[in-house]
């Protein structure tokens, strides 16, 4: 798999869906790809925010820490993007990933990630468009909720 | 040093001077035999005034007296000579002539050489006088005095003194003789020109001084100005951070621009006088000349002077000129040089120097301090004119350890500078038993007392330098060198009142600290260093330190031992895939394609970096390979791939830095290159492929993952290999040091020795696991202690600049523990660490020193845990309480681990 696969790969992701080309090559070249093995964490919940992840290629659980220890309360699989609510809030992690089996992912390095961002403005747009339709979508939801 | 520089020069040469002049003196009798010795060849040979009488022979080499008429005339001879034809008389008047050409250059070769040396000697005592003298500053002079205006007295301005002392003496006694010799030849031959001659002399020597007395003002203007202008770049220098904050450059630059101004216009004056000056000095030189043919020509058509004695004179006076220019030079630099030392000994005033101690004092004060500490009627003021001490007195008994209670008061910390001698400048007196602390000889303070500010101050080398600093009093043994050597430079060092002792001598008491020898020595450090809490670091700085296999092939063995314990341990637990190790028939996917070809690591420039692609051999080992086309296609692509993705960034963006292989200023060119070949070509020119070529050896697959190595190009590369090593190896620059899987590398970091390969990119986490596996391969192996040993041979830098301020701080605190001070007097030195950190500190130190004396400041009543005795201040008064908990063994608590765990590092 070469950086054109990994473009390819964050070209499905919706953050990045509307960035040039090149910029998404640049992203990927400053990215690491890294292989985790079945059951080894990507991060732990509490840990400090040092990257967000594309996934690849596998499968992993999202854990939430509970009274009653660790449940799984989701599955990401191929292009999903994780971890960059912790590097854009500047917040610890809320949740623990841990690979599901063998999995490859993209680690995107916060001060990277951030550099690039306030270098070219038409990729922060396109987080903040991403960012503005998830909010929209929690409102819905809450509106649907409540009714 | 004396007040004049002739009184100093005369009392430190004297003998040299004088041997030097006797020689001086002993050669002018040859120098006129060769004034006189053309006349001779001219009228006898040539002209044949001896054969006049119609002899055919003439006396050559006749030795005799001819007694002056007072003493009853009449003559004694001592040789009667060779009789020898006209034709033979030349000749042999002529070889005379060389003879004692000869023999003057010889005179004048030994007398240059040893007034050359007699002046660097001098130099040599100077500049060491002086640096003894900056050792004796007064804390008062230090606050006004500038070091790098210091530093520029001792290297430059002295120079020209060091190299005018040669000449003091004997320039003037030989130019003298000469020009008096060249005088007296004259006069001997027309009493008339040789008056005219010193007429014209005397002027030159009573006009041209007086000229040159306004360019001496404009010289020392030109000295100072030039010393400030080196003064204020030192002070740029030391606070460039402020200029950089501030943007202050504008400012600065002109600043010193118009000191570069001054400099000029104070040039420019010089200039003009000094040619004016020059001009009527040649005038009045060439005056002369015109006189003798003038006049001398007159008297020799008119037959009074025969044409021998006026060519003799005209080329008696073409000598005169030179001795005397250069005597006015002489005089010149007399007065120059006499400035200039008149500021060097104001810069050294005698007021701005500690009084000389005798060394002999101190070995019979060398006790250790301990006893009843008393304090009476100290009396400190602060600059505005309060009392921060106001006859305050205190007693206790030593040991003991003492916390200064500062409460925001400055007393704690001037009473810890009063302890430690650090502030000469206080009413009062403090003793220990009967002796007066201010009275103790600075060597037994130096050894006895120990004292870490708020500054550590770090000199430039490694760590163990600057740990052992304090240990380095005085040389206990010899150690071997050239016998012949060793006397010549003692015998040198006593001529110029320099020490006799050399550096490489055995300076360290290793007796005193508890050592049985240097390795010993290192242990302790070691320990010392761990129980402050810096163990991690210096195992971190030994992993990335290197082992001499030549000095310690016992710790390199274990090495390679320990690489093979690593992988055992990286195969057992399943960590198989985080390192890929080097293989000499495999191509390593997470190494660079350099690495790769060369399969070592580079010891010269010429290997390294981008050098690399412009090595020749190194070149035609590839093209003997057959990968040149391959490399340079690959180094198309990725300047395309790094033109396509890095464009719009601004230059010298930090992305650039880190990720492209190409900078942001390259891009340009590569982009020219892209242009001119789209795609690969034969016509490429030579310098394009160098640079292309440079590329892809930076290239590591697993990383940059463009997709541009395939299998086959792999084994290429690997088979490229030997070629390199071969054609390396048949090359006389070794620049190579090869990976051998059971050898060390010795120009590679301990770290990449232990592990022999490279740590996957692939794999997520890998460097902190690979970093655990080490450290507990490397504790397990018994190779901790030697690696944090290899740790203190890290550079600290300038100002221990590569360290972090914690780091330094804890290098001060080691360097003063492991000196067993009597007393220790801390005072800010655990500043630069956290609170619970520095309390931990706090308690270390009151366990370390069980026997000695503390004395810590600390900031408030809560951090005062531990101690003896607690010292308040208040009202300029001390107040002491002795604590019934400190020394009882359940009160102490334990200090940190001496075997801190070590944290994760990465690989």
New interface residues.
Partial sequence: MTLEAEVQSLRQVPMFRDIDPARLKLLAFTSERVQFSDGQRFFSQGDASDAAYVILDGRAHVLLNTPGGEITVAELSDNALVGEMGILSDSPRSATIMAAEPTTALRIDKRVFLELLAQFPQMSLAVMRELAQRLERTNAQLVAQSS | MDKSLFRYIWKHSKRDQLIVCAVVLASQPFYFMSLDLPRQIVNEAIQGEAFRDGNTTAPFLKLGIDLPSWLGGGSFQIFEGFQLSRVGLLFGLSTLFLFFVIINGGFKYWINVAKGILGERMLRRMRFDLFTMVLRFTPEALRTVKSSETATIIKDEVEPIGGFIGDAFITPVFLTMQAATALFFIMVQNVWLGLLALGVVGIQIIIIPRLRRELLRLGRERQLASRELAGRIGEVLDGIEVVHVHHAYNWERAEIGNRLYTLFDIRVKIYNRKFVVKFLNNFLSQLTPFFFYAIGGYFALRGTLDIGQLVAVISAYRELPPPLKELIDWDQQRLDVQVKYDQVTQHFADERLAPLIEAREEEAQDEPLVGALAGEDLRVSDPHGGMILDSASFALDLPARVALIAAGSPAASVMARIVARRTPGFGGEIRIGERDLMRLPPGVVGRRIAYAGIDPILFPGTIRDNLIYGLRFKPLGKTEEGRREAERRVAEALRTGNPVESISDQWIDYERVGAKDADDLDRLLVHLLNRIGMGNEIYLFGLAGRIDPDKDPDLAERVVDARRGLYDTFRSSGMADLVEPFDADRYNDQATIAENLLFGVPTTEEFMGRRLAENSDFRSALDKAGVTDDLVHMGLQIAK?MT???????PG???FE??SFVGAEELPEFEAILRRHPRPSEDMDRDDRVRLLSLPLAYVEA?????LLDDRLKTELVQARRFVRETLEKSEFAGVDFYDPERITAAAPLRDNLLFGRVS?????ARVRVAEAISTVVREMGLLEDIQRIGLDQQVGTAGRLLTPQERASVNLVRCLVKRPDILVIDGALAPFDEARAQQMTELLLDLLEEQSLFMVVPNERQAKGFDVLMRFKDGQVTTETTTGGREPEAMEPGPEAAQPIEGEVA
């Fill in positions: 791939t396509e993705i890095f464009q719009g960034l601004p963006h930090s992305l880190q990720f990383r940059h993952r463009l997709g990119y692939r794999v997520a986490n």
